[in-house]
C-alpha cells in the first residue's frame, strides 16, 4: 500500500480505508483469534524515514478508517506506541476523535475489549 510521504492525497486515505478490508479479525484452524492492527500505525504516519506525516494527516485518515468501520460494522484496531503518541498527540486528539465518532454513531459502534472481539469473530 505505497502511500505519500508528505501531504497525504486523496487517493491514499482511500487506499488506508480499502487496507482494512483485509486486516479483520479471523480465526486460524487452531481455534486462535487474530486481530490485525488497522492501517497505518502511528510509526509508518510519523516515524518513517522519509518525511513524516502531520498530527493533522493522521487525524484525517483515522476520521476515514473509523467512518468506515463503522459503516461496514467492522473492526477498527488502532496500534500506537506511547513515546510516539506523547511527542506527536500530546492532547490525545487521537484518541478523542474515535471516541467521539463512537459516540455519536448512534449504537452502531462501541469501544470494545479482546473478549468482545474474539466473540464476534467466532460468530
Known sequence: MPVS?????????EAVV??????????????LVEVPMSPLG???????K???????????????????AIDNRATFDLLTHPSIMSVEDPEFR??????????????RAAIAGLDALAARAKA
Not at 502511528?42 to 518513517?48: C, E, T
Not at 487521537?94 to 449504537?107: P, R, T
Open 50 to 68: 522519509d518525511k513524516k506525516w502531520k498530527l493533522a494527516d493522521f487525524l484525517t485518515m483515522l476520521r476515514h478508517n473509523v467512518a468506515w
Open 42 to 48: 502511528d510509526v509508518a504516519s510519523f516515524r518513517r
Open 94 to 107: 487521537a484518541f478523542e476523535l474515535i471516541c467521539d465518532l463512537v459516540n455519536q454513531s448512534q449504537g
Open 18 to 31: 480499502k487496507a482494512q478490508t483485509t486486516n479483520q479479525p479471523f480465526i486460524y484452524t487452531s481455534g
Open 5 to 13: 510521504p508528505e501531504n497525504p492525497t486523496p487517493a491514499d486515505f
